[in-house]
């Protein structure tokens, strides 16, 4: 039976509002992808109201590290000492053992008062200060904020060499962590002698990324640091190794960027081909099946999920169309998806449910939540999807693996929808 919804109100115009992200502060991507730097010690530059809401999260993700932050109260706001606090801060951070980099994270308040950076340092002592602005009235979503933060990193560090190590391939995303390692294999059977994978824990890596032979992005909103590599002469590849079509002309895209045996590329891309075939033909996927999340790889999940079977009417994500996720919703739109909703509200995902009645939803939590109220399977896209490998056949092996258990839930999900109506009927 159909529960009533507890979807959030449209606005008057019947619209929701795109300005707010519905999701957490934008500014967390960014944060993550700079904390984890080894060698690197931010500073933030915002109100304390932000600063407690960050770095609880933060510290959440295992950053394992103190972020120093100007005092900005009201008082000091008022009395135009965002300058004056933002530099003593980093006079702090370059004290810390190590510190060879500075990242100031000017965010929603810093923005709108104002932080020139000609009135930062460039450097202090051995460390490097690198602005990174990520104001959430300008950049709507946590996976578009780590984008801004590589950009400002690559363009402050990187510098391209004279000469470039032609068979070296920069991958470009945050993903699980064997997934590099699985790619970086089959590459070097083509003949690619290393990767780099940004953005990492390595100042280095960022330093010598200048020099590879070519980019790939394996998400599909690194849109300014795209454009760093592109300044530079690097190469992009586009796609990414997902499901079998995908991945084998992303192995041959590759294999023509970098110049590599055109017959060896092609016997390892064949390989891989097959086993990710295998893969598939052990674990068909049937059902209906809403992808909608936050991260900006929605669209990409949605694809080899359709490759295996299911049915995706609908895919919503929190990232702005862009000619990077074109190909996807190309690919998609062929295949029966009928929506595809960038920049998306919960309401959007409401509707969907409404309209397609699922058999399974991977969502943000509220929108889980949603769902488990009407009996329908429902994982969180986060948690549980984007954390687990994806890529290649042994990512697909895993990620369909769990999308087959998950769709044989459903009367587990019904047993507990009716055991809650069941208490709210007790209770009157
Ligand atoms: S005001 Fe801006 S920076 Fe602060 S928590 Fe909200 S969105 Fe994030």
Redesign the pocket.
């Known amino acids: 039976m159909t529960q009533p919804t507890s979807t959030p109100a449209p606005s008057p115009e019947g619209k929701a509002c795109q300005l707010h992200p519905q999701s957490m502060?934008?500014?967390?991507g960014a944060l993550r992808v700079l904390t984890r730097i080894e060698g690197a010690h931010p500073v933030m530059a915002?109100?304390t109201?932000?600063l407690y809401?960050?770095k609880f999260v933060t510290h959440f993700y295992g950053a394992r590290k103190s972020i120093l932050a100007a005092h900005l109260g009201t008082e000091e706001l008022m009395a135009g000492e965002v300058v004056e606090a933002t530099r003593a801060a980093i006079e702090v951070a370059a004290q810390e053992p190590g510190c060879q980099l500075i990242p100031v994270i000017s965010?929603?308040?810093a923005e709108t008062v104002g932080l020139p950076e000609e009135m930062l340092p460039k450097r202090v002592g051995e460390a490097e200060v690198v602005l990174v602005r990520?104001?959430?009235?300008a950049i709507h979503s946590h996976p578009e904020t780590k984008d801004v933060a590589l950009a400002a990193l690559l363009g402050k560090l990187g510098s391209p060499p004279a000469e470039r190590n032609g068979r070296t391939l920069v991958l470009l995303g945050e993903v699980f962590p064997a997934d590099p390692l699985g790619i970086d294999g089959l590459l070097r059977q083509m003949g690619v002698e290393g990767t780099i994978s940004l953005p990492g824990r390595s100042i280095d890596d960022l330093r010598r990324a200048a020099s590879a032979g070519a980019v790939a992005p394996l998400h599909p909103f690194y849109k300014q640091t795209l454009g760093v590599f592109r300044e530079w002469g690097v190469p992009v590849a586009g796609g990414a190794p997902v499901g079998i079509s995908g991945t084998y002309a992303w192995l041959k895209a590759i294999g023509s960027l970098l110049q590599l045996d055109p017959a060896q590329v092609e016997a390892t891309a064949s390989a891989e081909r097959e086993r990710a075939q295998a893969m598939l033909s052990a674990l068909p996927l049937s059902g209906r099946i809403l992808v909608t999340g936050y991260e900006g790889s929605e669209l990409a999940y949605a694809r080899l999920l359709v490759e295996a079977g299911a049915e995706v009417p609908f895919v919503s994500t929190s990232i702005g169309p862009d000619p990077l996720v074109l190909p996807d919703e190309t690919w998609l739109r062929a295949r029966g998806t009928r929506q595809v909703v960038y920049r998306k509200a919960l309401e959007d995902d409401v509707r969907a449910l409404d309209e397609y009645q699922p058999d399974l939803v991977l969502g943000t939590t509220p929108f889980c939540a949603i769902a488990k109220e009407r009996g329908i399977p429902a994982m969180y896209f986060t948690n549980q999807l984007a954390s687990r490998p994806f890529f290649l056949s042994t990512g697909m092996a895993a990620t369909l693996s769990f999308i087959r258990d998950a769709l044989g839930r459903a009367e587990r999900y019904e047993w507990m929808r009716d055991f809650f109506e069941g208490e709210e009927a007790a209770r009157g």
């Open positions: 502060c934008p500014a967390f915002s109100d109201g932000c809401g960050l965010l929603c308040v990520v104001p959430a009235y």
